[in-house]
């Protein structure tokens, strides 16, 4: 109310001085002003939020939220860098390589636990650990950790939190060729297959998932869709809640997969990370 044009155009038009007191929230990017500079000082301090999804589109818009999620590094009790949970975190995967320290051959890079105390307290560390050069797929950050899954050529994932200065972080590439999506797609006994139809503008993929119980007890479940990707991101199913629907991403040579428990049987479920059959 009686706001002065010419006194907002000067304290928040387009000059980086104005703009130099902001923080990251959940909200999106607050920005602050002090008294004077676009009011009078009896009108106080201002503050104003831009929400995350009034940032551009499209690829501009995907590397400023790796960004803002890569020097945040908010504080989330509520995340757990877990096997069962990792691949759901759709919107927050980038790529980690373990760093060769100076003077050094090899490094080791240990996994921590995911329980109460951890990742920081004591007794976190674990057996496992990764050595120079050895890439991942990142989640999120915590307490100076990073949520990392290892996935080796050959054998199971480890997933845990990985000490921040261990890793060198690069974003995947967002707007990977076609060829790359294109082939068989393995993690453990499930499997998907990304073909380009002629027929189709995008992709045909079909899939088998399985949960195996005790004895004989398995049940199935399957993915039988067309889809196009949207940069290194792709998603199925249909808008009701029951519908069979699965998100991909990208990262590099790795697929990572989650889904809404609707694709099958009891348990079944497409969530992991996939390695492309050669």
Same mark, same amino acid.
């Given at each position: ?13 387009p ?10 929230t959940?909200?999106?990017?607050? @920005?602050?002003? /002090? =008294?004077?500079? *676009?009011?009078?000082?009896?009108? #106080?301090? &201002? ?6 999804? !009034?940032?551009?589109?499209?690829r ?44 050094e051959?090899?490094a ?10 951890c ?11 990764? @050595?120079?050069? /050895? =890439?991942?797929? *990142?989640?999120?950050?915590?307490? #100076?950790? &990073?949520?990392?899954?290892y996935?080796?050529? !050959? ?53 088998n ?14 993915v ?54 050669r």
């Open positions: 109310e009686n706001a002065s044009n010419d006194w907002i155009e000067g304290g928040a038009g000059k980086l001085e104005n703009f130099e007191n902001w923080n990251i959940k909200e999106g990017l607050k @920005v602050a002003f /002090d =008294q004077y500079v *676009v009011g009078p000082y009896a009108a #106080g301090r &201002y503050e104003i939020v831009v929400p995350f999804e !009034k940032f551009a589109t499209g501009r818009k995907t590397r400023i939220e790796k960004i803002i999620s890569s020097i945040s590094d908010q504080e989330d009790d509520r995340f757990m860098c877990r096997n069962g949970l990792f691949t759901s975190y759709q919107d927050a995967f980038t790529f980690g390589t373990v760093k060769m320290p100076k003077g051959k090899i080791r890079s240990y996994f921590y636990n995911d329980s109460d105390t990742p920081e307290g004591e007794g976190c560390r674990l057996k496992s650990y990764v @050595v120079s050069n /050895d =890439q991942m797929i *990142v989640a999120e950050t915590k307490w #100076g950790f &990073y949520c990392a899954w996935q080796p050529k !050959k054998g199971s994932e480890t997933v845990g939190w990985i000490r921040k200065h261990e890793l060198n972080i690069t974003l995947p590439d967002p707007e990977p060729a076609i060829s790359k999506w294109l082939g068989n797609w393995e993690s453990n006994d499930n499997s998907l297959l990304i073909a380009k139809d002629p027929k189709l503008v995008g992709f045909k993929i079909t899939g998932a399985f949960w195996k119980g005790v004895g004989d007890n398995i049940h199935i479940g399957e039988d869709d067309v889809g196009s990707p949207n940069g290194n991101r792709l998603n199925l199913g249909g808008p009701d809640k029951y519908d069979c629907r699965v998100k991909m991403t990208l990262v590099n040579d790795l697929l990572v997969v989650s889904d809404n428990r609707m694709c099958g049987g009891v348990n079944v479920t497409f969530d992991g990370v996939y390695q492309k059959k």
